[in-house]
């Protein structure tokens, strides 16, 4: 293995333009003649739109052009949609709402865009936005989910009869009811998934672009997946042909679910475009992206979980309530659905489960995947009521998932999941060794002399991600295959290119891409280029979400290489005459086994170009592309340990100690992994402690500035103690699990576990911020 090969903690090429600021994300973009968009958002969360004068902002100086809802429908722009259709278990399809990039006759949250504004310069446009007079005639607002379910909130939708989306179950409902009804213990919980924004560093931005001349468009926008931009925004919003739309992704500063979709701004930069005659550039600020930006989380469960006499777990019941916000975005039927419900299993061997979940309208910003999508809620509902159950039997937590864990695989739950491998008891005493877990009564004991409260607490996580089968997911609703493409092609000069769907927006693509490529042929990893994020250079591609870079984006990559060392090897073998068989690939040579007889690998790319000398009947160059539809989804998993002290007088938590025990399979750059569980575990420290939003009953954003919102700091975190184990995926040919997610899903629970067990309750409120954690334990005297 060369030293810069899979695993190996190599550098991360990208971050020396990075950290010097030579990144280009779309804000760096300028296009001769570009002019700048601002809109005019609805200040209401609910309100019927009755005039749009738009004389007086027409008039501003710098002003290009004023347009509103009325003139894109008239032009034959379509609503935008949610890609995975959910059915009800009546078997009727899921109410979605119309959604208008402009609305022209009702706004339905804070921050809904009804008029966009086109200027020279962007304080021009804004000052105009300013000047745009609407008549709104307001209506009720409901932002809490289980509220809007009532028959006295206000219709958000007409398709959608009492802000239902979609009344939804898995599992067997009968065996679940006999198991609780035989049970010799049941730990019931009511548990709420806060909702979050996710704050990315980089604000969502669009600049549109409609060349006359060529009858084309080009769009540069922050997204995780390009492709889909283009097909959705071609195929169902008609901004432009497909052939005659070029979306181009360039350094994205950050994802994290909240830029998969195709938002309003996207759509509406390409047709302001085309409708002024200019290229029209967009970037949020910081409070449109507060208000705007799909938003996470926001569930209300019920469980119900039954043990028998040896307390093994015999069922589990879930009733959920999901807020979708004021409209369907593009992933967000699939979240709290086959994203949520068929991890309920979590690592536990249980034989009766059953989920039902509500899918609800509100007057609030829409909500779709955010970090983990689906799996921080399943993970949080299922630790959360493991810990309190361990409590109420008077047993031991590790003991009581240990007793329960899965040992047998492959293993089928009754989710729909097939878990294809794993060792769960592995991470458990890893994590348990690494905290010093049995020497936590002394520590706490320590803190009680010091006037602290201390506390531990754990959590098993499993995630399925590595998304996964497109037959599979195609069978539950989703609109598109999640297969990934690749295409490498070796230069003349022995350079190489790997041009791949999967997007890198923090992930360090250029680094371990190239880091599989150096394994297999042994050229430096500098002399290897990835490109990604442009789909005039890149061929169709499904994007980077879901842990599925490493697990399905690079075993299409190691597909292509196949192909490509075949014909490397079957030209060496010509070259060397020698037999096709014994060619090895080493050192960035190719080499006769056994014999000191080679040929260097810029050779024989520079005798696939010059084709003076090849096999017969061989097509000149070197250059291969392939597909790869994964067998199953992948399932990462692991078991995370949170120690906190609390000061019972001002209720300030503090996380002394946090251990994360993965379990990823194998691992091409152990750096980089490293560095994605931090910040995981650093975005589910946020949720657990200190992110929260908040809309009062109006339906104002109370959340929408970090005055507001609080996010982590350094100061708030540990160092943390990270370490991985390996039982290799057999369902891809890299043996990859995929690691980007389990941060954020395994370590709220944990904290929380943390948090109850130091104060003596059973549940308290994320974010558990000092005035909550202070008001709980001022309870526990009364």
């Not at 034959?76 to 006759?105: E, Q, R, V």
Request: with cysteine; proline share 5%; charged share 20%.
């Amino acid at each position: 293995m060369g030293i810069e090969g899979v695993g190996a903690r190599v550098a991360r090429k990208e971050d020396k333009r990075f950290i010097t600021g030579a990144g280009r994300y779309v804000d760096d973009m300028v296009v001769p003649g570009m002019k700048h968009a601002a809109f005019v958002r609805s200040p209401h969360a609910h309100a019927e739109i009755k005039k749009i004068d738009v004389k007086k902002a027409q008039a501003m100086p710098g002003v290009i052009g004023v347009l509103t809802g009325k003139e894109l429908k008239a032009d034959g722009i379509g609503n935008l949609i949610c890609g995975w259709m959910i059915h009800s278990k009546d078997g009727s399809p899921m109410k979605m709402g119309a959604w208008s990039p402009l609305a022209f006759d009702r706004v339905r949250y804070v921050g809904d865009a009804v008029v966009v504004v086109v200027a020279e310069t962007k304080g021009q446009a804004r000052d105009a936005a300013e000047a745009v007079d609407i008549t709104y005639e307001e209506l009720k607002a409901v932002v809490d989910a289980p509220k809007a379910l009532e028959r006295s909130a206000p219709q958000i939708h007409p398709e959608a009869d009492g802000n239902l989306i979609f009344d939804w179950e898995l599992g067997d409902s009968a065996a679940t009811n006999a198991a609780i009804k035989a049970a010799a213990h049941i730990t019931r919980m009511k548990i709420v998934n806060n909702r979050l924004v996710p704050n990315a560093m980089e604000p969502r931005a669009a600049l549109g672009h409609y060349d006359k001349a060529e009858d084309h468009y080009t769009c540069w926008t922050t997204s995780q997946n390009p492709h889909l931009a283009r097909l959705v925004m071609s195929a169902f919003y008609n901004v432009a042909p497909e052939n005659k739309l070029r979306v181009i992704a360039p350094d994205v500063g950050g994802g994290f679910g909240s830029k998969i979709y195709i938002y309003p701004e996207e759509i509406i930069c390409l047709w302001a475009s085309k409708k002024t005659g200019v290229p029209v550039k967009w970037v949020a600020d910081r409070t449109e992206s507060f208000l705007t930006d799909a938003h996470g989380r926001d569930h209300v469960s019920t469980v119900e979980m039954a043990f028998d006499k040896d307390n093994r777990i015999t069922g589990l019941k879930v009733d959920t309530i999901a807020n979708l916000g004021a409209y369907m975005s593009l992933f967000s039927s699939c979240v709290p659905t086959y994203l949520y419900a068929t991890l309920l299993s979590g690592q536990y061997d249980i034989p009766a489960i059953h989920a039902n979940v509500r899918a609800v309208y509100t007057n609030t910003a829409p909500v779709d995947a955010y970090r983990g999508a689906g799996r921080p809620e399943a993970t949080y509902l299922l630790e959360r009521t493991m810990e309190t159950a361990a409590r109420e039997l008077g047993v031991s937590p590790a003991e009581l998932r240990r007793k329960n864990f899965i040992t047998s695989f492959p293993h089928q739950t009754p989710v729909i999941m097939n878990y294809d491998a794993g060792d769960y008891a592995a991470s458990l005493d890893a994590a348990m060794a690494a905290a010093d877990y049995a020497g936590f009564a002394q520590r706490k004991a320590n803190a009680v002399n010091r006037g602290k409260l201390r506390g531990i607490g754990m959590s098993c996580y499993i995630e399925a991600c590595g998304l996964a089968p497109s037959a599979a997911v195609g069978s539950l609703g989703a609109g598109v295959g999640l297969w990934e493409s690749a295409e490498v092609r070796v230069n003349a000069a022995g350079t190489i290119e790997v041009l791949t769907g999967s997007h890198s927006h923090g992930q360090g693509h250029e680094t371990t891409f190239a880091q599989l490529v150096n394994q297999r042929f042994g050229v430096p990893i500098d002399s290897v280029s990835i490109v990604h994020g442009d789909t005039d250079k890149v061929q169709m591609g499904m994007g980077t979400y879901g842990s599925r870079s490493g697990a399905v984006g690079m075993s299409a990559v190691a597909k292509a290489l196949d192909k490509v060392e075949a014909k490397a090897k079957k030209i060496a073998a010509h070259l060397l005459e020698a037999d096709e068989g014994d060619i090895v690939i080493e050192n960035g040579a190719l080499k006769v086994a056994g014999t000191d007889k080679q040929v260097p690998w810029f050779q024989m790319a520079l005798a696939a170009y010059t084709a003076h000398n090849l096999p017969g009947g061989m097509e000149p160059g070197l250059k291969e592309t392939s597909f790869y539809d994964p067998s199953n989804f992948t399932f990462p998993a692991g078991c995370y340990v949170c120690e906190v002290e609390i000061d019972p007088e001002t209720g300030v938590t503090e996380v002394v100690q946090f251990v994360a025990a993965d379990d990823f399979g194998n691992i091409i750059n152990p750096m980089i992994v490293e560095g994605q569980v931090h910040g995981g575990v650093a975005q589910g420290i946020g949720q657990a402690l200190l992110e929260g939003t908040r809309y009062d009953a109006s339906g104002q954003l109370l959340t929408a500035s970090y005055m507001d919102y609080t996010m982590p700091r350094a100061d708030d975190l540990p160092s943390f103690k990270v370490s991985t184990s390996n039982t290799p995926c057999p369902g891809n040919p890299l043996g990859i699990k995929g690691c980007g997610e389990a941060g954020a899903i395994g370590s709220p629970p944990a904290v929380i576990n943390a948090i109850t067990d130091a104060i003596g309750i059973t549940d308290i409120a994320m974010p558990a911020s000092p005035s909550t954690v202070w008001a709980a334990i001022r309870a526990t005297k009364h």
